[in-house]
Structure formats: C-alpha cells, structure tokens
C-alpha cells in the first residue's frame, strides 16, 4: 500500500483553482506535482493571460511556453464563462465535489462574480478556501493590484535591501522570484488546512499574500529593525565588520562566497589552505572582535591572497576540507549543478506536440523525490472541458448548447 502512495500524497484531493499567471498557480502546480486533481478555471476567449504573456524575456521557446508549463503541469482546463449564470451554476456544481477552491481574484471582484467564501460554502460546507493577493486581505488596500515586483519586491523591501548602496537606483527582481516563494506557502496553507479538516471537520479559509511573503523571508531585517538605531547598524554590515562572510573574486573573475559563522573555528583552516599560515597567528585577527576590528584591513589582505590564482586552483586546495564556503553559480552552473542533478530537482515533461522540456520540481521532497509519479504537460485551454462536465452530470446536448451559447469552450 505504501508504494501506491508514495509519490501521491494529496491522490484523491480536489482543486479547483480559479488563479492567473505565476503566485497561485504555482501552488496548485506543487499540489498536482503530489497527487492531487487540480482543475484550472480558464475564460474561454483567452484563457489564463499568462499563456500569451509578451514581455520579450524567452519564455515562448520553440513549440513551448517554459513559464506556462513550469506552473500549470499536470493540472486540466475547463474554459467556462463565470459572468453567464449557467457558466456559473455549471461550475458550483464543481464546486460541490472539490476538497479545495484556490484563487488570485482580488475580494471584491470575486463577490461581483458570486463566488466569495460564504457562497460557495452554502454549496458545500467542507469546502477549504484558498486566497493569494499582492498585499493581504485586510486594510484599506486588500483590493489593491499587486504582483511580484510590486509587492513583494518593491513594497516588500527586497529592492532596497538588495541594492548595492553605490548604486544610484534600484535593481531589478529575477522572474517570479516573490511569486515561487509565495506559491510554496500557498501549497503549506493548503496542506495544513486538509490536515485540520482530517482531524477536526473544520474547514479553513487561507490567506497567503506577496506582501506576507516577503515579511517572512525578511523577518530576520524586520526584528531586528524594532530596536533602537538600526538603520546605523545596517550602514555598518559592510566588509569592514564580517571579512569571514564575504564573497572573494578569484584570479579569472569567478566568486568564492565564505559563510564562517563560527570563525575561531575555521580561521586556521583557511589560513593553512591561502598559503598565509602566519596569519593565524597574527594578534590583530586572533579573535572575533580582533577581525573585526581590524576588518578592513583584513578583507585587503584575503582579497590579495584569492586574487593570486583561479576558482579551480581554491577548489582544489579546499576540496575535502569541512567548512562553508561555495563557488557563486550563474544560472546555467545551477542548471548543470551535480548535485541538482543527483537531487533530481528537474524532471522531463513531453509538451502538445511531443517535444520533451525540461521543468524543475517543487522544493518538498516525498520518500526521496518531489518530481510527479507521473509527469503531465500544462493543460491547453479547455482540454478537459467535456470530460469534467460529463462527469459532473451534463449529458451531450447540454454541452452543445453550452458551447455554442459560449459559455464553455
């Protein structure tokens, strides 16, 4: 019995999910990729925008749109119109065999269509209610429009946190960095909540914001900024201060980032590795406050010593040696990274038209692996339509007249 289970945590378990682009669909792609049926709600003229997205950084690739894929795999469509009563009494009737209703739709646009928490659960009472917005659900603000880079970037205070401060203007957010964070605590809020019914019968409404992300990730900088004079202590987490936590350019341009947070620990090792072992025993650096006292002048005297050979001569004499440190990867190293690779943190995907991509999994792994037992393509609009219809009751002539009213697709 266990093998069948393994890699079908949430088998049995269903979504619907009423969601666009990456935040919320990204949290039905992790509840999919373990076993559950996630059923994504689609306009019938153009579908979720995000399969027509343009905004010229590659995602259309070949026959495959990689960010659609990335986010929609293994789910199915059902392209029906929820502004038409019977588009909407069709999908209630969904609704009345889902475990889980997930949705981007900010509150008041939600209501206007009739599908807020109190209308669905008097169709069914046992219904989790899933909600993911820019800013939160309360406030004066729960109706505002919000994305990645607004909210959890921006507002977040990722830009400001992350800019160099010899940089006159904010850098730029990599691609749905805020949105895969996010999509990861909307599929723990949907666990938690299917574990809470499990044992009590009660049903949950969750709420996971961009907004609420990006105070998790940042709680360490928000805690400590309740205490007197922060913003001066931040100004002083420069190299001056850590020199045993910093990235170190090596003789071909490459990084060696140091992460010695117990640095007596380690600081002979690195002293014997550098070929400077008298370094050890340097009265200015013998201590933690030594280090940092004379930090400045230590970092020029690290910097001097990576600076004498490449990243593959470092490699070499710390190979073997138990301590943190690690080359800085471009993208392309992570991809080809072995143990990325080992991990199977990708998994190959065969699109519409047969061409094989490759997705990366979730970040939980289940018995050793977080790819799906059975690796399924992103959904094209409405493939599911008739078969979801049909089995919830709808005979042939109601679907034809559905389709040709427009309503379904």
């Known amino acids: 019995m266990l093998e069948t289970l393994d890699k079908s945590t949430f088998a049995g378990v269903r979504v619907i999910e009423l969601a666009q682009f990456v935040f919320v669909p990204g949290g039905g792609a992790i509840l999919a ?27 259309q690739t070949g026959s495959a749109n990689l960010a659609m894929e990335q ?14 009563p019977e588009g909407r009494e069709v999908f209630l009737k969904l609704i009345e065999t889902a475990d889980v209703f997930l949705t ?12 807020g928490i109190e209308a669905l659960r008097e169709r069914n009472p046992q219904l989790i209610y899933v909600r993911g917005n820019g800013t939160g659900f309360r406030g004066a603000e729960a109706n505002r429009a919000g994305y990645d880079a607004s909210c959890f970037w921006a507002r977040g205070g990722f830009a400001e946190v992350l800019r160099p401060k010899t940089y006159d203007q904010p850098i730029s957010p990599r691609p749905a960095l805020g949105d895969h964070a996010g999509s990861a605590n ?45 913003n001066e202590m931040v100004a002083n987490q ?27 620990r380690y600081w002979p090792g690195l002293c014997e590795r550098l070929g400077r072992p008298e370094l050890a025993g340097d009265p200015r650096y013998a201590t933690v406050d030594q280090r940092a006292a004379h930090g400045l002048e230590l970092y020029d005297v690290l910097s001097q010593a990576f600076a004498t050979r490449p990243a593959r001569a470092w490699g070499e004499a710390f190979a073997g040696w138990d301590a943190p440190w690690e080359f800085i990867q471009t993208i392309p190293e992570v991809a080809e990274d072995p143990q990325v690779r080992a991990n199977g943190h990708f998994f190959d995907v065969e699109v519409s ?8 999994t979730g970040p939980v792994f289940v018995d050793g692996s ?3 037992a059975n690796p399924r393509r992103a959904p094209l609009k409405g493939e599911h339509t008739e078969e979801l219809l049909s089995g919830a009751g709808l005979d042939a002539a109601t679907l034809d007249r559905l389709r040709t009213a427009g309503v379904i697709v």
Request: glycine share 8%; with cysteine.
């Open 33 to 59: 990729d373990l076993g559950a049926e996630v059923i994504k709600i689609e306009e019938p003229k153009g579908g979720d925008p995000y399969r027509s997205l343009k905004i010229n950084d590659g995602r």
């Open 71 to 84: 986010n929609n795999r293994g789910k199915k469509s059902l392209a029906i119109d929820l502004k038409s």
């Open 104 to 115: 981007s739709i900010r509150p008041a646009a939600i209501e206007r269509l009739g599908l």
């Open 186 to 230: 909307i599929a723990l809020g949907i666990a938690a909540a299917l574990f809470r019914r499990e044992r009590t019968g009660v049903a949950s409404v969750i709420d996971v914001s961009l907004l609420s992300t990006a105070t998790w990730i940042l709680s360490a900088d928000l805690v400590l900024s309740r205490i007197p004079g922060y």
């Open 238 to 264: 420069n190299v001056s201060r850590q020199p045993l936590t910093r990235a170190y350019r090596c003789a071909d341009d490459r990084w060696i980032q140091l992460m010695f947070l117990d640095p007596d």
């Open 353 to 360: 038209d047969g061409t094989k991509v490759e997705l990366v």
């Open 370 to 372: 977080a790819a799906p």
